[in-house]
Structure formats: structure tokens, C-alpha cells
């Protein structure tokens, strides 16, 4: 072969990571995302899903019986060859949640991934403002607990 599996992993996982990281980027500096609007996002970043088997496919041998292997072997892949996926994916949740859900994921510390600058501008962009907004900004804006 011309390419290693290593080296073609790691070419379409890089790719594949730009991407991510600019279709992040990109809904994180929108100012006002609305309910209709976020639930679209969401389900437009649920369909990079597919890219995922670009890094997981294993290719077929005599030996091989053409499966994909076994879920913890694709997610350790992903993890090393797609490093901000886990943080798209979670985007793409954060797009469908309450402020509540929210404020629960992150004091759990499951949104790490995020900046406070991120965490706090996805607020302001999907709530409108109120004293609970208000409350939950200076909680991520204070120090970690």
C-alpha cells in the first residue's frame, strides 16, 4: 500500500478535525441562535457523525472479516486522530438542552472542552435575558470549584 493505515488515519482525522473545529468556532461566535435555529444546527452537526467511520474503517485482509472492531477501539481511535470531536458532539448537544441541563453538564465538569468565554457566549446566544441567565454566567465566570 501506499499509505499506512497510520498515515491515512491520521491524514483524514486531521482534516476531519479542522473542520470540526471551525464549525465550532463558527456557531460559538454566533450572537443570537434561536430555538428553531439551534435545533437545525444540531441536527446539521449530527451528520458529520458518518465522517467517523473515515478513521475507525479497517481495511478488509484475508484474516479479517471486514468488521469495524469494537466500539472502545473506535472511540480510542477518534479520540487520537479526531481530538475535538468529543467537543462538536457536545455542541450539538448543548444546541438541544435547557440552561438547566446545561449548568448541570458543566458543573459536573463534562464541558471542560469549552472555554468560560465559549460556555458564556452559547448562553447569551440561546437564552434570552433573565435572572437566571444572569446567575449562570457569573457562575462560569467565577473560579471553578
Known sequence: PILTPHVCRKLVGQAIDRLLVHLTD???A????????SELISRRCRLFDGL???VTARPISSNDNGNAGDDDDDDELLAFY??????FRQLA????????EIMARYNSGLLSGFSKDQ????????FIDSEARQR???II?????
Do not use: C, F, W, Y
Not at 93 to 100: N, W
Not at 141 to 145: E, L, N
Open 26 to 28: 463558527k456557531v460559538v
Open 30 to 37: 454566533m450572537e443570537n441562535i434561536g430555538a428553531d435555529e
Open 52 to 54: 467517523d467511520q473515515l
Open 82 to 87: 479526531v481530538p475535538h470531536r468529543h467537543k
Open 93 to 100: 448537544d448543548i444546541l438541544q438542552m435547557s440552561m438547566t
Open 119 to 126: 460556555l458564556q457566549g452559547l448562553i447569551r446566544a440561546l
Open 136 to 138: 449562570n454566567l457569573a
Open 141 to 145: 465566570a467565577g473560579p471553578r470549584v
